[in-house]
T-cell receptor
Framework: QKEVEQNSGPLSVPEGAIASLNCTYS??????FFWYRQYSGKSPELIMS????GDKEDGRFTAQLNKASQYVSLLIRDSQPSDSATYLC????????????FGSGTKLNVKP | KAGVTQTPRYLIKTRGQQVTLSCSPI?????VSWYQQTPGQGLQFLFE???????NKGNFPGRFSGRQFSNSRSEMNVSTLELGDSALYLC??????????????FGPGTRLLVL
């Protein structure tokens, strides 16, 4: 079983809609959780980090964490065509120094 | 504050050659991690360096090696290149101050093509 699992997509949403991206992880001592956005041919760019159960909002982005269910999600409100990218979920495991586990990414297409 | 920088940005090599990639972390960041990204395999962890010591290592053959200098800059080396080594090589840095809530920031990557 992979440490971090994501649906590869593509996830297609119309412009202005809410895009919901999901991620599950297997290691119960995971401590920190991240969402990165990666445009084709570019490097991953950090969007959000979340460390505690609940929601964390930053502009149009909301990260949700449920440690009991080992689940983290990213909601993008008012999706724009410029949001079309691959979204990577990453987990940092507390007892393994700085080892980050990445999901394979979900490709999001926002249609005008 | 300047971001993570990587050089060179593009490389073309032939099979059997070796290559060295360089990464300069964000100022104040002491941890440098290297990843290989290919369309089929996604992001795969190569290794992580902290204070000139390798702390973590992924499942790559010994042809892949790295090091970190006292100023936290890091290099990775791939010897005896194979066609399958063609990939985007990403470097990421983090402060690693021991607080537990580490965040990694990626450089622009080095795109390696092996012919």
């Amino acid at each position: 079983q992979k440490e971090v699992e994501q649906n590869s997509g593509p996830l297609s949403v119309p412009e202005g809609a809410i895009a919901s991206l999901n991620c599950t992880y297997s290691d119960r001592v995971s401590q920190s959780f991240f969402w990165y956005r990666q445009y084709s041919g570019k490097s991953p760019e950090l969007i959000m980090s979340i460390y505690s159960n609940g929601d964390k909002e930053d502009g149009r982005f909301t990260a949700q964490l449920n440690k009991a269910s080992q689940y983290v999600s990213l909601l993008i409100r008012d999706s724009q065509p410029s949001d079309s990218a691959t979204y990577l979920c990453a987990v940092n495991v507390k007892n393994n120094f700085n080892k980050f586990y990445f999901g394979s990414g979900t490709k999001l297409n926002v249609k005008p | 504050k300047a971001g993570v920088t990587q050089t060179p940005r593009y490389l073309i090599k032939t099979r059997g050659q070796q290559v060295t990639l360089s990464c300069s972390p964000i100022s104040g960041h002491r941890s440098v991690s290297w990843y290989q990204q290919t369309p089929g395999q996604g992001l795969q962890f190569l290794f992580e360096y902290f204070s000139e010591t390798q702390r973590n290592k992924g499942n790559f053959p010994g042809r892949f090696s790295g090091r970190q200098f006292s100023n936290s800059r890091s290099e990775m080396n791939v010897s005896t290149l194979e066609l399958g080594d063609s990939a985007l090589y990403l470097c990421a840095s983090s402060r690693s101050s021991g607080g537990g809530q580490e965040t990694q920031y990626f450089g622009p990557g080095t795109r390696l093509l092996v012919l």
